[in-house]
């Protein structure tokens, strides 16, 4: 089992962060390892929608699909794996904190497959991974 989470203050309104990092078309921009987001849902973002992501992960390039399994606008957004090779949850959310916000970024899963293999190194990775992605949020908000 994999289970990181990570946190960062950023100067900016909790509103602006989390509708931001909330959308998928975003991610590319921040997130150092995904290379593409393609809305599979049309309307607004909410429970149900989907996105399809491509990203490359130790060495490999890895297509997977997150559902929004729960989502509060400027509070939380919970997605799961819908397919791919690696069953996980990915949770942000988004609180007041001394003038900007804190966001939390979690991740976690059970690796299976060539994952499973991997699993003793991903955690401590995807720690790295994500500390790295929520430093270029910050700096992408607060225009660094």
């Known amino acids: 089992m994999v289970n990181v989470q990570t946190e ?3 100067d900016k309104p909790r509103s602006e962060v989390a509708e931001y990092a909330a959308a ?4 590319p921009k921040w997130y150092r390892n995904i290379h593409s987001s393609q809305r599979l849902s049309v309307g607004p973002a909410g429970v149900g929608s989907k996105v399809a992501f491509t990203a490359r992960f130790l ?6 699909t997150y559902e929004f399994v ?9 997605m799961r794996t819908a397919q791919g090779p690696f069953p996980m949850q990915t949770t942000y959310t988004w609180t007041d904190d001394d003038g ?6 979690g991740n976690s899963g059970s690796p299976s497959g060539f994952s499973r293999l991997a699993g003793l190194f991903m955690e401590p990775m995807i720690r790295r991974e994500t500390r790295r992605d929520l430093q270029k949020l910050k700096a992408i908000l607060e225009g660094r």
């Open 100 to 105: 900007g916000t804190r966001m939390t970024l």
């Open 70 to 78: 729960d989502f509060v606008a400027g509070e939380r957004l919970v």
């Open 8 to 10: 960062i203050h950023i």
């Open 59 to 64: 060495g490999r390039e890895l297509k997977y």
């Open 24 to 27: 998928p078309e975003n991610a």
